[in-house]
Every structure is written in C-alpha cells, then in structure tokens.
T-cell receptor
Framework: SQTIHQWPATLVQPVGSPLSLECTVE??????LYWYRQAAGRGLQLLFY??????ISSEVPQNLSASRPQDRQFILSSKKLLLSDSGFYLC???FGFGGRGYTFGSGTRLTVV | GQQLNQSPQSMFIQEGEDVSMNCTSS?????WLWYKQDPGEGPVLLIA?????ELTSNGRLTAQFGITRKDSFLNISASIPSDVGIYFC??????????????????FGQGTILTVHP
C-alpha cells in the first residue's frame, strides 16, 4: 500500500532563516505531488505541483520554492522566511491524473517568529 | 481561476442530529470530492463523485454530484461526537501539463467546521 511521510511535524523558525520541508511517498512510482498551505484551519491553497522529476509548477507568487530531486521526494524551501509564511503545510500525492483524489500527509505546523 | 463557495462556514449541533453542507462553483468540475480534517492532521477522503447526478453513500455519509456539475452536497445522518472536524468539498478539473502528462488539480472550498455536542 502507498504511504506518504511528511516532516517535521512542527517547526518554529526565526524571520530570515531558511526553510526545508520534506515529503516522501512510498509504494508507488511517478506520483503527482502537491504542496498546500492552510491558514488558520480553513481553506487549502495550492502552492506547487509536480508531475515528474524536476518538473515544478507554481500556483501563486510567493517567498517559497519547491523541488523534486527524486521521483517520490518533494521539498518545499525558502531562503529567508517571512512572518506571513507561518501556517500549516500539507503535502499530497495522486495517481496519474488524480481521478481518485489526493492523499495527504499529516502536515507541518510552521511558526515564524 | 475556479472558485468554490462552501456553506455553512460552521455548524453547532446536538449528537443524533442530521447535518447538511454544500458547495457551489462558478464553473463545472469533472469530479467532486469530500474530505474531513481532524485537528492537526491532513484531510482524509470521505467520498468521491464522478458523474453528474451521482448519489453515493459511505456509512452515515451521503453525497451527491449536482446535475449541472457546478454543485455538490454532503449529508451526515445521526451525528456522533467523532464527526467533529472540518469538512472540505473539492472540485477536480482534469488538465494536461507540459509534455502531455495529465493531472487533476483540486480546488477546495473554505471548509465547514462541525461541532457536535454530546
């Protein structure tokens, strides 16, 4: 069966520090991968998606970037965090076109202080 | 881009009551999905709908894909305390990325926060 791992679960970082959140998927190959941000326990905003190694599409302009160095690894990064980057970050994956919806990781709570 | 309006934003109900929430869109989707999110966790898929007019049940949950393909509702019957959480609708639109790979980008509603009093 497929599993998705996301870490760390919580993170407190000072303004201006770098960020690296990692997500890996097991039990499948060539998944579509996604990074979402959720503010204040409400709506989910799609930040990035990837349909293959090295292929990254950005949905919104922001202070963050994403990379996919391996088939089942998706990384969310920032060179210098802003206060507004605080939030709950969720990684997700889907089979191919995603007709069965997405499967989400357990999330990372990021607090920028 | 696509916009989803989910209502109500929050609900406070007594255990045993039925719950209904819905989503509407300004444009059509190929698929409608309903997720539930427990505090501090990622959303979990409850029901997926693939055809206009489709009515699907999963235990005490029932969801329908609107005929116009622009709306969907979720009903929860005989609510229990563990139904507490945030419920999200999501519309899925099929697309094609550079290179011809298909993807199904989800658009989420803003969520309905459900509180169930014992």
């Amino acid at each position: 069966s497929q599993t998705i791992h996301q870490w760390p679960a919580t993170l407190v970082q000072p303004v201006g520090s770098p960020l690296s959140l990692e997500c890996t998927v097991e039990g499948t190959s060539n998944p579509n991968l996604y990074w979402y941000r959720q503010a204040a326990g409400r709506g989910l905003q799609l930040l990035f998606y990837s349909v293959g190694i090295g292929q990254i599409s950005s949905e919104v302009p922001q202070n963050l970037s994403a990379s996919r160095p391996q088939d089942r690894q998706f990384i969310l990064s920032s060179k210098k965090l802003l206060l507004s980057d605080s939030g709950f970050y969720l990684c997700a994956w889907s089979f191919g076109f995603g007709g069965r919806g997405y499967t989400f990781g357990s999330g990372t709570r990021l607090t920028v202080v | 881009g696509q916009q989803l309006n989910q209502s109500p934003q929050s609900m406070f109900i007594q255990e045993g009551e039925d719950v209904s929430m819905n989503c509407t869109s300004s444009s059509i989707f190929n698929t409608w999905l309903w997720y539930k999110q427990d505090p501090g966790e990622g959303p979990v898929l409850l029901i997926a709908l693939y055809k206009a007019g489709e009515l699907t049940s999963n235990g005490r949950l029932t969801a329908q894909f609107g005929i116009t393909r622009k709306d969907s509702f979720l009903n929860i019957s005989a609510s229990i305390p563990s139904d507490v959480g945030i419920y999200f609708c999501a519309g899925q639109l099929l697309g094609r990325a550079a290179g011809g790979t298909s993807y199904g980008k989800l658009t989420f509603g803003q969520g309905t926060i459900l509180t169930v009093h014992p």
